[in-house]
């Protein structure tokens, strides 16, 4: 169905391609999971399937990408309309009407579809992915689950022989994932559609893959069967690496898999030790909030939220898309609306602080965390927020290199950064001011398995140095690993709290693969298990 | 739900009347009507009835949507318009009349600007005059004003010809990027706040305006693909040449209209002077739009009816301004009247007769679907429920169990 033929892409001033002699086929009917680190080219593959790159980017392609039997170097993308869907990463940036109905049809339209069929192919297209309760909801109302489902829908309804989906659940909290893979997964057995995706969170996806394309570094591509591919892959979500560390055979790709080689492990390991040291109650906490509430016009979106954050610990926010975990990070910071409670750190309240103090005593790295960088280069960005924060200058150029290891050139423009960079350039920005008290919206955001650790490894840090650190995130694996409690928040209110052992095992939809794999027992981290494994295997013998 | 606004209008007239958005083009057509006959009168007490006409349709026929909140905001302009004019008038104004009711202090100009006077007397005669012209420029943009809260603007541009489609839906993009660049702003500007943001004047402006563009490209870019990829633009097997055609004879053909349009309406010129250059320009439009129709033309998904509510509503606004252009040829002491000397205006018969028949759409226009649906008006067409009662119905599944919402999907 999809044949890339010696494809060699190389954007313009570019000394290394990008995608280097890609030879690959993806036959009719199958889900291709696109995989890679961040930055390695999966978007530019996925989108030279209909001529996106480089018509759009600009650059040179070299060899053939044929699709359905057609050229993409001899048709526009629009040509191909009906042939390939292409769904970006952000749904709401590609709507061109405003209710979900005309949305719908709005491909068909350009297809000059006529009338009397377009009609039924909207009635399928909103049972199929079961949006039909919204056909007339404004788009910009829906939450980021519906939005993606619709934006499936739209490039549905011209019958495409491929869809490609870029991040489809990047930004979705864990059931509206599952909800979009629900619908991708009917698609590929229900209507032989071709499905290429691309995604970081393989935890997610890997289960429904029928090939696994890897793009390496070099811009080389490994592709087959999904096992033989995660056999040697560095980026793998949890029960790979438990069955490759314990040599499991055939290689678990789900939890259902893992599970029935984890009989004689669950036996053998038993309970997880949990050492976690009791935060000392005798210090005060960093951050006292007290009936927190926010009101966005009619809508109530923190309701009557009391926390205390300790020093020395990680909290993970957890919560469905509009659940109120940005309003309530920016009500702590201060800078946000809060219409009722008070929120004390270091015996003054955050929001009648000035915007400097505030800034010193909580950091918060917003969700968009570009729109607080606007200057040319690195270097000024660290010399304004030195400034800003009267600190000596170099503080903030210091810190950010202590966050990405060093090596990154002052020179470079901060859009160039690659998402974990520029997320660490922010987070220096931020950390310039010393708040003891940082919080973070989303930081996983698009971040692949080795960014996040080393976030991981930069919040521990954080927290050990004395500061309470807060991160609201969908992703379960990374406060399974990093955060010490969680709270899930529901409507506003806060309906869990506890530490994060607790409150991710309660919960099918937040805990962890481990934890699935050798659930009663609460294990969350993947390198734990496999140490603890190898101990009791090497014990005996 | 949908039975109490279907049976409100019906408790009012007699028959049973299905709710259903009117076509846009029938409303401008009647806002055209009602602002070509503001065009041909100066007589205030007949301006005023078509500022009130216009009102009553609006209040009868206006839905919740984000598009038809804005009518005030034209009142608003219409009176600001008219004290400009005053103000004008006062400073700078040809001085006519015998009435002085007040003496601005006068400044002597330079010879080089003889001719402009600034200050002095200010006659009643000429505030009227000036009151009312600027009134009749008000009431065109009311009028115009009520088209744009009646008819959602994304619909009407459905309704362009093939022709005009790519301008069509540029237009539509570029609507939809204005909202979008607000809360853009916004966004950044309490992200500024987390920097504690020290700069004044243009680096301030910059720390806000390089994320908001940033942001802003990225988006567009992000929209051109995705349309690219949806289809939008395909040409099919269409000639560069008969694309440039079509292009050249519409361009020509708008410009024609354009001056016949202003030819026709101006009162100084006769209709002899602009009727042939309206004609020949609408001709050329039809041959651009003739030849375009051979190429690959989208259709139209659930395209707004036209039927006998849309002919009642266009043709009183076309007798709206039939009455108003035959009585300021038959009458025009009464129609046009001039304020020296001073004199009370009087209502002529002919022309309010005409002005009252634009309060037709008050009563034809069907009833508008659902009031409290703000959004669910944007597309709705005759036949789909009211946007309120499915959000009831999706209500249960947003605020369901995580889990449940999902469990529904797997095939």
Redesign the interface.
């Known amino acids: 169905m999809i044949r890339f033929d010696r494809v060699t892409m190389t954007y313009d001033g570019a000394d290394e391609p990008v995608l280097r002699d890609v030879d690959l086929t993806v036959p009719e009917g199958c889900l291709c999971l696109v995989t890679g680190r961040t930055g390695s080219g999966k978007t530019t593959l996925l989108r030279s399937i209909n001529g996106l790159v480089p018509r759009f980017t600009g650059g040179l392609l070299q060899g053939r990408v044929l699709v359905d039997g057609h050229d993409t170097s001899a048709l526009p993308p629009r040509e191909l309309a009906g042939v390939v869907g292409v769904v970006g990463q952000d749904p709401l940036a590609s709507f061109v009407t405003d209710v979900v109905e005309d949305e719908l049809a709005y491909g068909m339209e350009q297809l000059s579809i006529a009338p009397e069929v377009m009609r039924p192919r909207v009635e399928d297209t909103l049972d199929l992915l079961g949006i039909a309760e919204l056909r007339d909801r404004p788009l910009r109302d829906l939450s980021g689950g519906q939005q993606q489902r619709v934006a499936i829908g739209s490039v549905l309804t011209c019958h495409p022989r491929v869809l490609v989906l870029d991040e489809p659940t990047s930004a979705l909290d864990p059931t509206a994932a599952e909800e979009v893979l629900a619908a991708i997964t009917r698609l590929v057995h229900d209507l032989g559609t071709t499905v290429v995706l691309a995604e970081h969170r393989l935890e997610r996806v890997l289960q429904y893959a029928d090939v696994v394309v890897r793009v390496l570094d070099d811009g080389h591509v490994v592709h087959g069967d999904p096992a033989a591919v995660m056999a040697e892959a560095p980026l793998a979500p949890p029960v790979v690496r438990l069955g490759r560390a314990l040599g499991w055979s055939p290689l678990p790709l789900s939890v259902r898999d893992a599970r029935r080689h984890a009989t004689l492990l669950r036996d053998g390991l038993g309970s997880p030790h949990l050492a976690e040291p009791e935060p000392d109650r005798s210090a005060a906490p960093r951050l006292t909030a007290t009936n927190v509430g926010v009101r966005h016009g009619r809508v109530e979106a923190v309701r009557d939220v009391s926390l205390s954050l300790d020093a020395g610990t990680v909290t993970a926010l957890m919560g469905r898309n509009g659940s109120g975990k940005s309003s309530l990070l920016w009500a702590l910071q201060g800078s946000g609306t809060r219409s009722s409670g008070t929120v004390d750190v270091a015996g003054s309240d955050t929001r009648s602080a000035s915007p400097a103090t505030r800034r010193s005593l909580v950091g918060l790295v917003p969700q968009t965390s570009g729109d607080l960088l606007y200057l040319e280069t690195v270097d000024d960005e660290c010399a304004q927020a030195d400034a800003e924060s009267a600190a000596a200058a170099g503080t903030c150029r210091a810190l950010f290199d202590d966050l990405t290891g060093g090596g990154v050139d002052g020179a470079v423009h901060p859009r160039d950064l690659s998402e974990g960079q520029r997320l660490a350039l922010v987070l220096a920005v931020q950390l310039t001011a010393a708040p003891s008290v940082v919080l973070l919206d989303e930081p996983t955001r698009g971040l692949d398995y080795a960014a996040k650790e080393q976030l991981r490894t930069v919040l521990r840090r954080l927290a050990d140095d004395g500061a309470a650190v807060v991160v609201a995130t969908h992703d379960v694996e990374f406060v399974a690993t990093a955060c010490d409690r969680t709270v899930v928040l529901a409507q506003g209110e806060v309906v869990a709290d506890g530490p994060t052992a607790a409150v991710v095992c309660a919960s099918p939809m937040l805990a962890p693969q481990v934890a699935k794999v050798l659930a009663p027992e609460a294990w969350l981290d993947v390198d734990a298990v496999i140490e603890a494994a190898l101990d009791a295997a090497g014990g005996p013998t | 739900m949908r039975e109490a606004t279907a049976d409100a209008p019906a408790a009012r007239s007699p028959r049973q009347r299905t709710a259903r958005p009117l076509h846009p083009l029938a409303w401008w057509i009647w806002a055209l009507g009602l602002a070509v006959a503001a065009s041909r009168t100066t007589n205030p007490l007949s301006l005023c009835l078509i500022i009130a006409v216009a009102c009553v349709v609006v209040a009868a026929r206006r839905t919740d949507a984000p598009w038809a909140r804005a009518f005030r905001g034209y009142l608003i302009l219409g009176a600001v318009i008219v004290v400009i004019r005053v103000v004008a008038y006062m400073v700078l104004g040809n001085r006519v009349g015998t009435t002085v009711v007040l003496r601005l202090p006068e400044v002597d100009l330079p010879g080089w600007a003889a001719g402009i006077r600034l200050g002095g007397p200010v006659t009643l005669e000429g505030v009227l005059s000036a009151a009312t012209d600027g009134l009749r420029l008000a009431t065109m943009i009311i009028s115009l004003g009520a088209a744009n809260t009646l008819a959602n603007p994304?619909r009407l541009l459905r309704c362009v010809p093939a022709a005009l489609h790519e301008v069509g839906?540029a237009v539509?993009?570029s609507l939809?990027m204005a909202p979008q660049l607000a809360e853009s702003v916004q966004?950044?500007r309490?992200?500024?706040?987390?920097?504690?943001?020290?700069e004044r004047g243009h680096r301030a402006v910059?720390?806000?305006a390089?994320?908001v563009l940033?942001?802003a490209l990225?988006?567009s870019?992000?929209?051109?693909?995705?349309?690219?990829?949806?289809?939008?633009?395909?040409i099919g097997d269409t000639s560069p040449a008969r694309r440039r055609l079509t292009g050249a004879l519409l361009i020509l053909g708008l410009i024609g209209v354009c001056i016949g349009v202003y030819g026709v309406l101006d009162g100084t010129t006769s209709a002899a002077q602009g009727l042939p250059v309206l004609a020949a320009g609408a001709a050329l439009a039809v041959a651009g739009i003739a030849t375009a129709r051979r190429r690959?033309?989208?259709?139209?998904?659930?395209?707004d009816p036209w039927a006998w509510p849309e002919w009642l509503v266009s043709a009183s606004g076309v007798a709206v301004a039939a009455t108003l252009v035959a009585s300021s040829r038959l009458d025009p002491d009464r129609v046009v009247p001039m304020f020296d000397p001073l004199a009370w205006p009087t209502l002529p018969a002919l022309s309010t007769i005409g002005i009252l028949v634009g309060l037709l759409p008050a009563v034809v226009a069907p009833p508008v679907p659902d009031r409290s649906?703000?959004?669910?008006a944007?597309?709705?067409g005759g036949t789909?429920?009211p946007?309120s009662e499915?959000?009831l119905?999706?209500a249960p599944?947003?605020?369901s169990h995580?889990?449940t919402?999902?469990s529904?999907?797997?095939?």
């Open positions: 994304k839906t539509v993009v939809s966004r950044v309490r992200a500024r706040q987390l920097r504690a943001g020290t910059r720390a806000v390089v994320p940033a942001d990225d988006r870019l992000a929209l051109a693909a995705a349309m690219d990829s949806r289809g939008y633009g395909r690959v033309r989208p259709t139209a998904y659930r395209p649906a703000a959004g669910g944007v597309g709705s789909r429920p946007a499915l959000r119905a999706a599944v947003a605020g995580p889990g919402a999902g529904e999907l797997v095939p």
